[in-house]
């Protein structure tokens, strides 16, 4: 991967964080604005962004090999999220629980994790 592609990469994953974090935004406000009606294709896009996130990891980690092992760990906290999302299927099905499951664990941990990513990445993309 040329520094081109490598700060295209970059690029977009750091905004895709920023999206997914206004999704997830959206989705908590939902719950108490009955007019925001797209909640949940919202929260379905942000399971898929996770998986686009999860697939972009490897490559990031390929292109930074062991040049920034601080990148690297961040990257791999990523697993911190998914982990989350164990506990998904479960919530689902009970409403005051997914909205409790969502704001206190899911959204702060992502919110940690991309925090601390997007910190790692901004010298990449800031240049």
Do not use: C
Request: hydrophobic fraction near 45%; glycine fraction near 2%.
């Amino acid at each position: 991967m040329n520094a081109y592609e490598r700060f295209e990469l970059y690029h977009f994953y750091y905004h895709l964080l920023n999206t997914v974090q206004e999704g997830l935004d959206y989705v908590l406000e939902s719950f108490h604005k009955l007019e925001l009606t797209e909640a949940e294709k919202v929260f379905s896009d942000i399971m898929r962004a996770f998986y686009h996130i999860d697939s972009s990891n490897v490559l990031i980690m390929d292109s930074v090999a062991e040049e920034d092992p601080l990148l690297l760990h961040e990257i791999r906290r990523f697993d911190e999220v998914i982990h989350e999302l164990d506990h998904l299927e479960f919530m689902f099905f009970q409403p005051l629980t997914y909205e409790t499951y969502l704001k206190d664990r899911l959204a702060p941990v992502f919110v940690l994790w991309k925090d601390g990513i997007q910190k790692r990445l901004q010298p990449y993309i800031l240049q």
